[in-house]
């Protein structure tokens, strides 16, 4: 039956109290957005703040003068510094980032060919140390609920903490003399078979492992003792379904914050791991770059990692609110 509007009875105006989606990608993209900005300002005032000139730092301190002003004239930097700031954002909105220093390509050819690799460790990584992290925390949730396996629960968290503690170059340090050198099992450098990626993706997938597995045995052991799962046993349901069906999607979902940070970390941890393992990726291009004194490549990559960081938050806020829609209304 088709509804019709009483007369002189106005329908309530729908306002943002009234829609919690649009508020929460309001408050998000105008978070992201400022975030964005404070990175892109960092990024520029990098080559400000450094002592001395970046351009004689690059080209040696035997470079003629007239070199150095002609390069210094290319880049913009006799420029003022609001006009150097403008044309800087403008470049990176076009894409354009500027030109090596010392290659004379351009930072966009630099990132595109070396990003691909890191993109491989990071996300492999992060597989894996919820690949494992996964079932070994449910397991060690479920072994040691109820003041249970009190010694199993004393090994577990203090493996996980020594595993967890140790930074991803010194693993992969280790990786490199056991694997490497005294068995000569895997390779220890470069990328050029399946099989080099063996000992990175294991020195970034180790540590964030432990740490998860020790936050989700937390988490299983807290919701094991809820009302719904001693319900789901008084229906005499099999422990495997209790476990995986009704305990574990509660416990995945106040573990998804830490998954975003951990990707993050991760991402920021290739710097490191790929100058151990002589990875071609965004890692060992920004040390060498930095050691060379490169800056325009330097501020090509600290966006991408920053960018990548930000990007990885606002998903994991995303996937949140879209599997506890309390979690919007809690912030206002």
Known sequence: MATTAIPGVARPARTLESRPWLRFALR???????????????????THLIPGDPVRGALGPTAP??????KRAALGLDDPLPVQYLDYLRGVVTGDFGTSLISQVPVADVLAQRLPATLWLAVLGFALAVAVAVPVGVVAGVLTRRGHGRRTELAFTGTSVVLGTIPDFLVGVALVYVFGVRLGALPVAGNDTLSSLVLPVLALAIGPAAILARVLRVEMVTVLQADFIRTARAKRLPPRTVHLRHALPNALTASLTLCGLLLGSMVAGTVLVENVFAWPGLGSTIVSSILNKDYPVVQGIVLVYGIGVLLVNTLVDVVLALLDPRSMIKED
């Open 28 to 46: 998000r993209s105008g978070r992201l957005l400022v975030s964005l900005w404070v990175l892109l300002t960092a990024s520029f005032l990098m």
């Open 65 to 70: 003068a007239d070199l150095v002003a002609a």
